[in-house]
């Protein structure tokens, strides 16, 4: 998957005057997020135009920090580009994009990107990576994770996260021993941190959908009972079921490890004693003790296995398990 | 070489170039070796050794080099002769000179810089070599030296004088000694040779006298016989030859004096021999007038023998001369003995005409074969009193005729073994699709004649042990042939069409009976393991391709042989692999689609049933196999007529392949743990799905998945059509010897299969179904019907009850859902997940437990009230389970709301 969104620092220079005006970023988190109602729609309209299936559709977001909530009032959608034109420079395109924005006075700096996603399969490694350079370089940016499917069938789903700032320590880090994850006292539950979100539209708008709610039938309210999803259920309860495969793997990779481990460990023991025998002998025959070797050269402690996949499997599995069961009660 | 050089030594036996009995008028190249083995060596060694002396001479270093190693090569080859003789003082000599020239010239740096850079090198080369080489010899050139040293002159002078220490003769005293032999010859020779005497015949004189020399040294007075001879030179030097070989004879054998005559007449015909216009008289083996007898007809064959196996022998000319002797024995009526014995030879020399192991008989050499061999067997059934053996020594043997009976040596069973072989490469290396082929196939009948007769001469006179041997050639030219006589006999239509000559043709003993007599036999008396199992798996083999399958199955149960075969040579084990498909087939044709396909599973699945089969070699990279090994493989492989149809083959396994599999996919859509029974058949499904465009089917595989892909829909009027049509028809299933059989239990077999496979496809649409539709849907009749479904009740592979009143069908609805099948799936994945996670935790306890003991507590514990229903019973102490925890609870929710 191809992250093509990616924060540029061009745009945090020049937000710093504005930035200077306002509150500092770094004091006070985000806490809200507060998304026009032409960016959702223009989400929703870059999905339908351009996701099929499980293909992902990425853009970027605009947007403004006002206080302790960020938003969010314009975006542009990211090209979905092939393998065959490597001539295509992504930077050039949000560059130039966003000059062109500015032009016409909107809004035009960086906060985060967007993402659709297929069944919640959207925690993973590159989702991860991506949004910590947001985050390292643009310190308020969010992800806004649309689900196309559950959107279809009558409900919006728009979700905002942002990584805690412990999983940024980790990442800055790039330290995903399973020691370094244990001193973190990091799990999966507190990886991601959602962002409550609050539509906005302009009064004219919510004139008009409140004319609309009238005019509408409420017999459409009932779909919400349908069994008809047990489709899309079972899709969700595959891919649930080959994320528990993965799991699975990995514990099993890493039980390897951990057995392989104490195994050195008992070696390493017996040697020590061994040798501390033999000194001993060596001392009361008055002989020299042996010299010391370098017992980590000799055990060569195994690879462990990064633990950092792990967690994101994890974390997609309790995602999906959600939504999952989200789906079976709608 | 060395070892018949030394039969030539103690028999004394001149060799004979036959060869010249071919060559025209005007060749004269009558070279006779007469030379004891020492002698021809010492000469080679001699002639090297001057070469040397002479490259020494000139300095030419590489040619020295190149001598030197030619004659390190003689002196090894030599080598048991110079264990006797100990190794000859010129030797010695030519190695301490050569290494002292060379340490001269290597002194010598002015002339080493003048050599050329060849020469230089070589020298080099040599010194190395020589010293290396002389240290075996040291101590007898030091002895030599010494000698030198005493007397210098003794070893100065000229190669030509300073042998007369060697012991014996050496080649040098020859050509010392050469000279005078010739001028003492010259004028007669010219006298002798004054109708053709061109210089090419001079020439080849010369190098006649070169090699008569020798005799005439070692028998001084012969020189002077030579001067009082009268003729021809040719006579005068057979004879002195001659006398030279009866000496020899005294000391070894003592049987010459009824020899002499013949020996006189040998001599004859050794001149009509060696001189050129005797072509013509070539059968004429003895010379007018002489009294033929026994001996001198054996001696004769020894003699003819002798060159047997020697380099530039023509074979074909041994051929026939044997078969002169054949007739000149027959003619002078010496008895059954000696033409047994030369009979022997010849058959003998047939199979020698092909030096080479994997060059098969020329035809007109096989029928001389086998008529050989039949006129053997009749000589010997004729006579009762012939004992022919591989025991019996050539000196105890007794040919002439007397009042004892005959002694020969000679095994004819080795003989017809070896026909058998022999008929089997020429089977192997013809085209199987050839009208040639079908000729040399007509000859199986004479072969198979040929191995019956010796089986009954042998069950009168031979040992078990050959009784065996012989009982196993006729049960493998018995096994692999589907006995027609029989089949209609049992069939019951003998009386109604058969003319009078298919009669008397099904006359004979079933086949079934002969295989059951003879394997009885072996299995009785055999004591070899392999010739018992061989006749084991023939005996099988013959079973099953007569449909007998329950004897079939239990020989093959009885004798253990699956246990073992993987220890037996090649050949061996192609049989097995034969017979388990014959057995399959035979499996299949009897209804029994589960031992069909247990029995074909193996040789199928490796997907390299020719291979296995010997019947044909797979294209493979050369990395796996060398040249060597394929020439092992080709000769491994069975002849055409006997092969298995590989496509008949593939379909039997594929068809039951589907009629096992279809049923047991409905059966079990939504196992995980589905296992597959025979992935070669899923390939082929694979294959089909695989396809963009789906046409009808063409070849036997798309057949067999068409048709599986009507069975599972249960439609097995469609599934019908494919398996049995036309093309099926001739492709596979005419090739049965029961075909009509083997087709109505199909598509019994269809009907029932795809009944099962209906039931549990669309068990969950039904509530009720009659019994009766069923039988009217897949033709079957009620009974059947109500018989599949109680089994498939019992079984619990269909939850349903039968209705009696009603004779329906009533379904449970216990199957659950495919949602519910995977939420099931999930259930038992996140068991295992659990179960892992468990392991981990064990491991870390104590050591890493922190990670997992964080402040959860009691989250997964107050839920555990949820836990309930038959797929959620697994116990876990729920601190162990926390990492994944909530995956378990949000299924377990879920549950609850189904």
């Known amino acids: 998957m191809c992250f093509g969104p990616f924060p540029l620092h061009q745009t945090m220079a020049s937000r710093k005057e504005s930035a200077a005006s306002g509150s500092s970023p770094l004091e006070t988190p985000v806490k809200q997020i507060q998304i026009d109602g032409l960016v959702v729609l223009k989400i929703i309209k870059h999905y339908q135009e351009e996701g099929q299936g499980s293909e992902v559709v990425q853009g970027v977001l605009l947007g403004l920090v006002v206080e302790d909530s960020l938003e969010i009032t314009n975006c542009f959608p990211f090209p979905q580009h092939t393998e065959d034109d490597v001539d295509f420079d992504e930077v050039q395109y949000q560059m130039e994009m966003m000059r062109s924005l500015r032009h016409v006075n909107i809004d035009h700096l960086h906060v985060g990107w967007y993402q659709s996603t297929h069944y919640g399969s959207f925690v993973s490694r590159a989702l991860l990576d991506s949004q910590f350079s947001y985050q390292h370089a643009i310190e308020e940016s969010v992800v806004l994770i649309y689900d196309p499917i559950k959107t279809a069938q009558g409900s919006l789903c728009l979700k905002a996260y942002r990584l805690t700032p412990k999983l940024m320590e980790i990442c800055k880090e790039k330290d995903f021993s399973p020691e370094g994850l244990k001193k973190a006292c990091i799990g999966f539950e507190i990886m991601f941190e959602e962002v409550p979100i609050v539509i906005k539209n302009s009064h004219l708008i919510n004139v008009l959908l409140l004319d609309l709610q009238e005019k509408s039938t409420v017999a459409d309210k009932h779909e919400l009972l349908n069994l008809s999803s047990s489709n899309h259920l079972e899709k969700s309860l595959q891919l649930l079921m080959d994320r528990v495969d993965d799991m699975n793997q990995d514990i099993g990779k890493y039980n390897t490890y951990c057995r392989n481990l104490s195994k050195q460990q008992q070696q390493k023991q017996q040697y020590l004693q061994r040798r501390q025998q033999e000194n001993t002998q060596r001392q009361s025959r008055g002989e020299p003790p042996l010299p010391e070797e370098d017992i980590s050269k000799m055990f060569k402690p195994p690879q462990a296995p990064p633990r950092m996949d792990t967690l994101l499997i994890a974390g997609q599995v309790t995602c999906q398990s959600v939504i999952f069961m989200g789906r079976s009660l709608f | ?898």
């Open chain 2, 1 to 898: 070489m060395i070892s018949e050089d030394h039969v030539t030594l103690k028999t004394g036996v001149m060799m004979l170039k036959i060869q010249d009995l071919l060559l025209s008028d005007d060749e004269e190249d009558t070279k006779r070796v007469v030379r004891s083995a020492k002698d021809k060596r010492f000469e080679e060694l001699t002639n090297l050794i001057k070469t040397i002396r002479n490259a020494m001479k000139i300095r030419d270093m590489a040619k020295c080099l190149e001598e030197f190693e030619q004659l390190c090569r003689a002196f090894l080859k030599s080598k048991t002769i110079m264990d006797k003789e100990g190794v000859p003082q010129f030797y010695i000599r030519l190695l301490a000179d050569l290494e002292d020239y060379l340490n001269q010239l290597w002194e010598d740096k002015e002339g080493k810089k003048k050599m050329n850079k060849n020469n230089a090198k070589a020298l080099s080369t040599l010194r190395q070599k020589i010293r290396k080489y002389n240290k075996d010899f040291e101590t007898e050139i030091a002895s030599y030296k010494e000698v030198q040293s005493c007397s210098p002159d003794a070893f100065t002078s000229s190669s030509g004088s300073d042998d007369d220490d060697d012991e014996g003769i050496t080649a040098k005293s020859l050509l010392k000694k050469k000279p005078q032999e010739e001028e003492k010859k010259a004028p007669e020779a010219s006298k002798f040779l004054k109708g053709a005497a061109d210089e090419e015949s001079e020439s080849e004189d010369d190098e006649e006298s070169e090699d008569w020399g020798s005799d005439s040294v070692d028998s001084g007075s012969e020189s002077e016989d030579n001067e009082g001879a009268a003729a021809s030179l040719a006579v005068v030097f057979l004879k002195k030859y001659d006398s030279r070989r009866k000496k020899h004879k005294k000391k070894e054998r003592l049987e010459e004096e009824a020899d002499e005559e013949a020996e006189a007449e040998e001599g004859g015909w050794e001149k009509v021999k060696g001189g050129a216009p005797m072509v013509k008289e070539k059968p004429k083996m003895f010379a007018k007038g002489t009294e033929i007898n026994s001996a001198v007809v054996v001696k004769k064959l020894t003699e003819i023998l002798q060159a047997r196996g020697k380099k530039g022998t023509d074979r074909a000319a041994q051929i026939e001369l044997l078969h002169a002797l054949a007739g000149i024995s027959n003619e002078n009526n010496l008895g059954e003995g000696i033409l047994i014995k030369i009979k022997f030879n010849i058959i003998a020399s047939l199979y020698d005409y092909n030096p080479n192991l994997a060059a098969f008989m020329k035809p007109d050499m096989w029928k001389k074969c086998l008529e050989c061999i039949d006129e053997l067997m009749d000589i010997l059934f004729a006579n009762s009193n012939i004992f022919i053996g591989e025991n019996i020594a050539e000196d105890s043997e007794n040919l002439a005729i007397s009042d004892q009976p005959f002694r020969v040596r000679g095994c004819i069973l080795t003989l017809v073994e070896r026909m058998d072989e022999e008929f089997t490469k020429i089977m192997q290396n013809t085209d199987p699709h050839s009208q040639e082929y079908v000729d040399n196939l007509k000859d199986e009948g004479r072969v198979c004649g040929i191995i019956d007769r010796l089986l009954q001469y042998l069950e009168t006179k031979g040992s078990t042990e050959e009784v065996c041997r012989v009982y196993l050639r006729r049960i493998m030219h018995t096994y692999y042939k589907f006995d027609y006589k029989a089949h209609r006999r049992s069939l019951g239509l003998q009386g109604e069409t058969k003319s009078e000559q298919d009669q008397e043709e099904s006359e004979g003993e079933d086949s079934a009976v002969i295989m059951d007599r003879l394997c009885k036999f072996i299995y009785a008396k055999d004591r070899t393991d392999r010739i018992r199992t061989c006749a084991i798996l023939c005996h099988i083999y013959h079973h099953a391709l007569h449909s007998r399958w329950f004897q079939a199955r239990d020989l093959m149960l009885m004798s253990h042989l699956q246990d073992n075969i993987q220890h037996a040579d090649p050949p061996v084990q192609i049989l097995y692999n034969r017979t388990m498909v014959q057995l399959g087939i035979c499996a299949f044709r009897q209804g029994m689609i589960k031992d069909a396909h247990n029995a074909l599973l193996d040789i199928q699945s490796s997907g390299r049933a020719k291979e296995l089969l010997g019947q044909g070699l797979l294209m493979r990279n050369m990395q796996e196999r060398n040249a060597e090994q394929e020439k092992i493989e080709k000769r491994r492989q069975v002849p055409f007529h006997m092969h298995i149809n590989l496509e008949l083959l593939e379909c039997v396994y594929l068809v039951s392949a589907m009629l096992l599999e279809i049923p047991y996919m409905a059966a079990h859509e939504f196992d995980a743990r589905r296992r597959m029974i025979s992935k070669q058949f899923h390939h082929q499904l694979r294959v089909g799905e695989r396809q963009p465009l789906l046409g009808p089917p063409e070849s036997m595989r798309e057949h067999v998945v068409a048709a599986s892909k009507a069975m599972k829909m249960g439609d097995w009027r469609t599934c019908h059509s494919f398996i049995i049509n036309e093309k099926m028809n001739s492709k596979v299933w005419d090739l049965f010897p029961e075909t009509q059989c083997v087709r109505e239990m199909l598509v019994r077999k269809i009907q029932e299969e795809s009944l099962r496979t209906y039931l549990f496809t669309y068990s969950s649409v039904y509530d009720s179904i009659s019994m009766e539709t069923l039988s009217e849907m897949f033709e079957l009749d009620l009974p059947t019907v109500h018989s599949i479904i109680s089994k498939m009740i019992i079984n619990e592979e269909l939850m349903a009850s039968l209705d009696q009143p009603t004779q329906t069908v009533v379904m449970h609805r216990t199957e659950p859902t495919s949602l519910q099948n995977m939420a099931l799936q999930l259930a038992e994945k996140l068991g295992g997940l659990v179960e892992n996670n468990e392991r981990v935790f064990d491991l870390k306890q104590g050591v890493y437990g922190g990670y997992f003991n964080r402040d959860q507590k009691g989250g997964y514990q107050q839920k555990q009230s949820y836990q309930r229903g038959k797929h959620h019973s697994h116990q876990r102490d729920p601190h162990r389970s926390r990492s994944c925890s909530p995956v378990l609870l949000t299924c377990v929710g879920w549950m609850q709301l189904l």
